[in-house]
């Protein structure tokens, strides 16, 4: 094997790059934890690699792929089930492409219901805070309750109506 001198001293030998990386590179390379990766092999996202005599793992440059993939997958909104699935379909030889454009139609869904609860829950922090704009602070006196707060369910509460807080109702179990 060639050496390198870097200078007085000992030549070392070069380090000539065989195709493989240890676990601890590919984590590097990835920007995830060795842990992470293990964690991937184990629910079947990443193949077992090839193992040494002593148990040390062998990467090639196709893992490093894999780890960008579900990487990207998550944050496209992709679950790692979900993730699995389309690399069960790869490895399956299965077209992907349907299946991935279900899946992202179905989170989109989910975002927009989740942008309309959080305009629905904006609307009343600005309605509370509009009252407390109007409200004058001496006449704030109920030790057990705000009244900025509690102003928004006097009138449901005068209809006989036993409504939740806008605010809690995302928090209310569902029946």
Known sequence: MPTLALGPGPALETF???GTMRIGELADQAGLTSKTIRYYESIGLMSEPYRHANGYR???DD?????????????????L????????????????CGH?????ARHIAEVDAQ??????TRAEL???AERADALDPASCNDPARCQV?????????????????????RLLPLA
Do not use: C, N, W
Not at 82 to 87: A, M, Q, R, S
Not at 115 to 120: E, H, K, V, Y
Not at 158 to 166: D, L, N, Q, T, Y
């Open 149 to 169: 707060i509690a102003a928004g369910t006097a009138a449901e509460r005068s209809e006989g109506r036993a409504a939740p807080h806008p605010l809690h109702r």
């Open 126 to 128: 600005t309605a509370m």
């Open 100 to 104: 991935t454009r279900s899946l992202l």
């Open 16 to 18: 000539q790059y065989d």
């Open 58 to 60: 062998d990467y090639d």
């Open 115 to 120: 942008i309309d609860r959080l305009l629905a």
């Open 63 to 79: 893992a490093a792929d894999r780890l960008r993939f579900i990487r990207d997958s998550q944050a496209a909104g992709l679950t």
């Open 81 to 96: 089930a979900e993730v699995g699935e389309i690399v069960g379909m790869k490895a399956a030889g299965e077209s992907t």
